[in-house]
């Protein structure tokens, strides 16, 4: 119900049928109704899960994230299957020389961009624990599981398993240093780890050998 016939239904008899206290009403519950919608955008919108658009952007511009991304998407070229976002030979164009970029910016949507931001959130307030930096890489990557081994003299691997990373996944985790860790450690390898996957006795929901499958290495 709107604020004008809220206001028309109380009004005592002898004004019920006045046609000028009617126009009066409609015209203010008109302003009340604008300015209740403009309280309720300002406490919903101005949200990473409920935003979107310009509201998403100021967001951006408080925690230093533009949606504008350098280097995150990768563009397709003729290469082979291995090879990331290949395509083949009379579909492709080549790169023929190395002065040839291989990625471009990206503007990313609101669904891509909530995720980046609340990773940044959590870049920007993270005490670099390692159940952070799991936490950090399960959300943006919503991945059911995530490792993180200790290499000892500063350095940590990260395993992400339950999903299959695309290529864009990576190029994305390289332009945004997506993998929060504390000061001064190295992230020395990320791997994607297959379902199932191989490991020993000791590891949860590892498989033995010709079960198991083993993890593969990504180049960052």
């Known amino acids: 119900m709107s604020r004008s016939e809220s206001m028309i239904n109380h009004l005592l008899m002898q004004f019920s049928q006045s046609v000028n206290m009617h126009i009066f009403l409609d015209a203010l519950g008109a302003e009340l109704d604008e300015l209740t919608q403009a309280l309720d955008d300002l406490q919903n919108k101005r949200w990473i899960d409920t935003g979107s658009g310009v509201q998403l952007d100021n967001i951006g511009v408080l925690i230093d994230r533009s949606r504008n991304i350098a280097g995150s998407i990768q563009l397709e070229f003729f290469a082979f299957y291995d090879q990331p ?16 970029p291989y990625t471009a910016t990206s503007t990313l949507d609101d669904e891509t961009y ?3 931001l609340w990773h940044k959130v959590s870049k920007n307030t993270t005490t670099g624990t390692t159940e952070s930096t799991i ?29 299959e990373l695309t290529d864009n996944d990576i190029v994305l985790a390289r332009a945004l240093d997506l993998f929060i860790r504390a000061g001064g450690v190295r992230l020395d390898f990320v791997e994607e780890i297959p379902d199932p996957f191989f490991g020993f006795v000791d590891q949860a929901n590892a498989k033995g050998f010709e079960v198991g499958i083993l993890p593969t290495e990504i180049e960052l």
């Open 114 to 116: 909530r995720p980046v």
């Open 85 to 100: 976002n290949a395509l083949s030979f009379g579909v492709g164009m080549f790169r023929d020389t190395p002065s040839v």
């Open 135 to 163: 936490e950090s890489v399960k959300f943006i990557y919503n991945a059911p599981f995530v490792t993180l081994t200790e290499l000892g003299n500063a350095k940590i691997g990260i395993g992400i398993g339950g999903r």
